[in-house]
């Protein structure tokens, strides 16, 4: 049995399922997105390491990591409650609120990919109700919560695992595209440890009402890698 931040019993099988799906290998499509750094770092905004840490605190703190938090909280909640016009109305905002149209592709596609591997691989009649509910995409934040709250994930313990798995793949675009070294990208994850465990416990504790995002610098970066040249990736 593993110990959650919530101080409750988690199965070890759950700990496992949990480390599969926000694994870097799991298909979601991650590696294709850079969240609008690849532009970011073609402007000169963000040219090293300190800068990169920089970027993704605000991201995590005031941009899409808080809004991505309060979604997974409001959809792990509902899906506990077996409120489905809770979770249609969670559904619905999240696939409203992305700030560019990149952003929106991003989230709404590793949100179907994700909710295709774990209805293959790990089906429950939970989340085939919940999917049946809504006729508009499930983004990445609201299946992953909704989908540990019908395995038993505990709230803050899947939420943390969902931010720290969103920083290490946009610290993984700024190894290419700065580029960092390895070991620069792990010192950067390090750093953002104690971050990101502050805000999975602060977003946790939210509702739908806190929906917000203040991050206009990196928003703009999205709309502008829309018409970037060169890319290597799609955000």
């Not at 979601?28 to 402007?43: D, M, P, R």
């Not at 790990?122 to 540990?148: F, H, K, Q, S």
């Not at 509702?207 to 502008?224: F, K, N």
């Amino acid at each position: 049995m593993a110990q959650t931040m919530e101080g409750a019993r988690m199965t070890d099988a759950a700990l496992l399922r949990l480390m599969t799906w926000l694994s870097p290998s799991f298909p979601v499509g991650a590696f294709s997105y850079s969240h609008g750094l690849e532009y970011a770092v073609e402007a000169g905004m963000v040219a090293d390491a300190d800068a990169l840490a920089a970027w993704l605190e605000d991201i995590l703190v005031h941009g899409t990591g808080r809004a991505d938090g309060v979604l997974f909280a409001a959809s792990w909640r509902a899906c506990k409650a077996g409120d489905d016009g809770a979770w249609r109305d969670v559904a619905g905002m999240g696939a409203a609120f992305a700030p560019s149209a990149e952003l929106a592709m991003e989230t709404r596609n590793q949100g179907a990919a994700f909710l295709k591997a774990v209805r293959d691989t790990w089906p429950t009649e939970t989340m085939r109700r919940l999917e049946n509910t809504v006729d508009r995409p499930i983004v990445y934040p609201v299946a992953v919560g909704a989908a540990c709250a019908a395995h038993n994930i505990a709230l803050r313990c899947g939420l943390a695992a969902y931010l720290h798995g969103v920083m290490a793949n946009i610290v993984s675009a700024g190894l290419r595209l700065i580029p960092l070294g390895q070991t620069e990208g792990l010192r950067v994850m390090k750093g953002l440890e104690t971050r990101i465990l502050a805000q999975a416990e602060a977003m946790a504790g939210t509702s739908l009402e806190d929906l917000a995002s203040s991050t206009p610098l990196a928003d703009i970066c999205s709309m502008r890698h829309e018409t970037q040249t060169t890319r290597l990736f799609r955000s």
